[in-house]
């Protein structure tokens, strides 16, 4: 069985209830999630040993959170016990016209205080095959920008594959910052992933002539966009996720892929979303998760992660909680969403 390792914060998520807006509200659903570990959840599914290291406070609110993770199959052993509180973040589901919000609580958090040499990278690496980062977990603060490297460096030199989803967050830092500290790290990075606007903030790398808020996008245009990234960075490979935004309802989701000089078009699925948090981490779950495969080509690959990470939209919080059976059928064509009796 392959075996993944994922590094990041997971945090405490406080969702309003039947779409009410923050004002509105006086009560909110509790589950948690974020985005390295929305990987490792998704993983687990697929049935590869996933492990998820980052740190949490030694209390009672911290247990939950590892309880919860737990359920779904992924080892949380490397996890440390450490700071005094989980990061939280609060979601207003939006609707129609109407978009959803996002409100951060995590300054001071247990991953944000961490600080390189308190893993023990070699020992967690042992006998893995992979290792997955985002770009969240360096901007939540120096320190932890600085125990991501080194978790991606020493992946890199165990002969581990290394992806990245750039996941920029302008809530947490400046394209100038992003670029600063992501741009170093790309030479431990062998797949890299994200969508438009993070290829532009943390790295540098526009779609000239791209408008994702008109709602509609021409994927021939990232063509420049990917070789450019292979050439700066020297990835082996590259994946662009599209979304086109009707409203807060309804979107249309695929994605492109780049391996081995050529570049596939995935599929694009209409998506009713039942909760859009966590698509993009459900699409790099499918990317690894094809690459461990043997002799599955590139676009079985990337058919694999577009249909996975449109059925994540299908589920209320972070996880995406599909098999591979379930995607596989998705991907070949049975969309229709049927009842299975």
Same mark, same amino acid.
């Not at 080194?150 to 290394?162: F, P, Q």
């Not at 249909?307 to 995406?320: R, V």
């Given at each position: 069985?392959?075996?993944?390792?994922?590094?990041?914060?997971?945090?405490?998520?406080?969702?309003?209830?039947?779409?009410?807006?923050?004002?509105?509200?006086?009560?909110?659903?509790?589950?948690?999630?974020?985005?390295?570990?929305?990987?490792?959840?998704?993983?687990?599914?697929?049935?590869?040993?996933?492990?998820?290291?980052?740190?949490?406070?030694?209390?009672?609110?911290?247990?939950?959170?590892?309880?919860?993770?737990?359920?779904?199959?992924?080892?949380?052993?490397?996890?440390?016990?450490?700071?005094?509180?989980?990061?939280?973040?609060?979601?207003?589901?939006?609707?129609?016209?109407?978009?959803?919000?996002?409100?951060?609580?995590?300054?001071?958090?247990?991953?944000?205080?961490?600080?390189?040499?308190?893993?023990?990278?070699?020992?967690?690496?042992?006998?893995?095959?992979?290792?997955?980062?985002?770009?969240?977990?360096?901007?939540?603060?120096?320190?932890?920008?600085?125990?991501?490297?080194?978790?991606?460096?020493?992946?890199?030199?165990?002969?581990?594959?290394?992806?990245?989803?750039?996941?920029?967050?302008?809530?947490?830092?400046?394209?100038?910052?992003?670029?600063?500290?992501?741009?170093?790290?790309?030479?431990?990075?062998?797949?890299?992933?994200?969508? =438009?606007? $993070? !290829? &532009?903030?943390?790295?540098? /790398?526009?779609? #000239?002539? %791209? *408008?994702?808020?008109?709602? =509609?996008? $021409? !994927? &021939?245009?990232?063509?420049? /966009?990917?070789? #450019?990234? %292979? *050439?700066?960075?020297?990835?082996?490979?590259?994946?662009?996720?599209?979304?086109?935004?009707?409203?807060?309802?309804?979107?249309?989701?695929?994605?492109?892929?780049?391996?081995?000089?050529?570049?596939?078009?995935?599929?694009?699925?209409?998506?009713?979303?039942?909760?859009?948090?966590?698509?993009?981490?459900?699409?790099?779950?499918?990317?690894?998760?094809?690459?461990?495969?043997?002799?599955?080509?590139?676009?079985?690959?990337?058919?694999?992660?577009?249909?996975?990470?449109?059925?994540?939209?299908?589920?209320?919080?972070?996880?995406?909680?599909?098999?591979?059976?379930?995607?596989?059928?998705?991907?070949?064509?049975?969309?229709?969403?049927?009842?299975?009796?």
């Amino acid at each position: 069985m392959a075996k993944v390792v994922t590094f990041g914060e997971i945090m405490l998520r406080l969702a309003t209830q039947r779409r009410e807006r923050f004002t509105q509200a006086r009560e909110f659903e509790v589950t948690y999630g974020g985005g390295e570990c929305n990987v490792a959840v998704s993983l687990a599914h697929f049935g590869v040993d996933a492990t998820f290291v980052t740190a949490i406070p030694d209390n009672d609110i911290g247990q939950a959170c590892v309880n919860f993770v737990r359920q779904f199959g992924v080892d949380t052993s490397e996890i440390l016990r450490q700071g005094s509180r989980l990061g939280v973040y609060f979601l207003e589901n939006g609707a129609a016209m109407r978009a959803s919000k996002v409100v951060y609580d995590r300054a001071h958090s247990a991953i944000a205080e961490i600080k390189p040499g308190e893993v023990d990278w070699e020992r967690v690496f042992k006998g893995k095959d992979w290792f997955h980062f985002t770009g969240i977990t360096p901007a939540i603060s120096k320190s932890a920008a600085a125990a991501c490297e080194e978790a991606a460096k020493a992946a890199s030199e165990l002969g581990l594959t290394v992806s990245a989803d750039m996941n920029y967050r302008r809530n947490l830092w400046t394209p100038a910052e992003a670029q600063a500290t992501m741009i170093p790290m790309m030479k431990y990075v062998d797949v890299s992933i994200g969508n =438009e606007e $993070d !290829a &532009e903030k943390c790295l540098g /790398v526009s779609a #000239e002539g %791209v *408008d994702v808020t008109t709602g =509609e996008i $021409d !994927a &021939e245009a990232y063509r420049p /966009v990917v070789q #450019e990234l %292979v *050439d700066k960075y020297g990835f082996k490979k590259v994946g662009i996720t599209l979304r086109e935004s009707q409203s807060a309802d309804d979107n249309d989701w695929s994605a492109i892929y780049y391996d081995d000089g050529d570049i596939f078009m995935g599929r694009k699925y209409a998506v009713r979303i039942v909760d859009r948090v966590g698509g993009g981490d459900a699409f790099s779950a499918g990317v690894i998760y094809g690459n461990l495969q043997d002799g599955w080509s590139p676009q079985q690959v990337l058919d694999f992660a577009v249909a996975a990470s449109a059925m994540a939209h299908t589920f209320h919080g972070d996880f995406n909680l599909v098999t591979v059976k379930e995607v596989m059928a998705v991907a070949g064509g049975d969309v229709t969403g049927r009842v299975q009796r």
